[in-house]
């Protein structure tokens, strides 16, 4: 039962020493938060008037600038290949027109019959 007391009473002291400590980081850091809210707003406000990016310049638009400029960039992923054509597949029938008009000038002919 004494040692309950003790417990508690320890507790409170623990707590009492610490609290103080605790609402003065909470102090800095509020104050911080404040001081950066301020800053960062009238430098992006600046920056907007100057027609400066608050962020700094991406990759893609260095190489976008590059790109208009004419200027040479590496590392651009562009690609001017043609595509590729592909065979028709193999063993389909396939729609031709003869010289004469047969059926309204459309002949089926598979590749067996082509063959022949």
Same mark, same amino acid.
């Given at each position: 039962?004494? $040692?309950? /007391?003790?417990? @508690?009473?320890? !507790? ?12 003065l980081v909470l102090s800095v ?8 809210? *301020?800053?960062?707003? /009238? @430098? =992006?406000?600046?920056? *907007? *008037?100057?027609? !400066?990016?608050?962020?700094?310049? *991406?990759?893609?638009?260095? @190489?976008? !600038?590059?790109?208009?400029?004419? $200027? =040479?960039? $590496?590392?651009?992923? /562009?690609?001017? +290949?043609?595509? +590729? $054509? ?12 003869? +010289? ?9 002919? =598979? +590749?067996?019959?082509? @063959?022949?």
């Open positions: 039962m004494f $040692t309950d /007391i003790l417990k @508690k009473c320890g !507790r409170g002291v623990l707590y009492i020493f610490t609290f103080p400590v605790l609402l850091y509020a104050v911080i938060g404040v001081i950066q809210f *301020f800053y960062v707003g /009238i @430098k =992006s406000i600046w920056y *907007f *008037f100057t027609g !400066r990016n608050l962020f700094g310049e *991406f990759p893609e638009d260095v @190489k976008a !600038r590059a790109i208009l400029e004419g $200027t =040479s960039v $590496t590392n651009i992923n /562009i690609v001017n +290949e043609q595509p +590729e $054509t592909t065979p028709p597949p193999a063993n389909q029938p396939y729609i031709t027109t003869p +010289e004469n008009n047969d059926n309204n000038g459309v002949v089926v002919i =598979s +590749e067996e019959e082509d @063959k022949q």
